[in-house]
Nanobody
Framework: VQLVESGGGSVQSGGSLKLSCVASGLIFSRCGMAWFRQAPGKEREWLSNLNRDGTSIYADAVKGRFTIYRDNAKNTLYLQMNSLKWEDTAVYYC?????WGQGTQVTISS
């Protein structure tokens, strides 16, 4: 199983980024999926789940700003992040069928 994340970077507050997580070695369409993040000196924080039935839930910190979705044909999980804030600065991780991506750095400047 391999998960490869991309899309991180540096943007100004109020900007947007879209993270991608490409999966291989598993039956992507049958997986539950999630995004987490970890800021320096803090514990890993859950952000959002995307269930196999297509339903999604979000942490209060990102609700209304972030959107989780998937493309089964591309074996890819996404996280669209809008209205980014300084406090969104962290390493972002995808989780697919209990497997973790390597993380991608997101840095928001004020």
């Amino acid at each position: 199983v391999q998960l490869v994340e991309s899309g991180g970077g540096s943007v100004q507050s109020g900007g947007s980024l879209k993270l991608s997580c490409v999966a291989s070695g598993l039956i992507f369409s049958r997986c539950g999926m999630a995004w987490f993040r970890q800021a320096p000196g803090k514990e890993r924080e859950w952000l959002s789940n995307l269930n196999r039935d297509g339903t999604s839930i979000y942490a209060d910190a990102v609700k209304g700003r972030f959107t989780i979705y998937r493309d089964n044909a591309k074996n890819t999980l996404y996280l669209q992040m809008n209205s980014l804030k300084w406090e969104d600065t962290a390493v972002y991780y995808c989780k697919v069928c209990l497997n973790w991506g390597q993380g991608t750095q997101v840095t928001i400047s004020s």
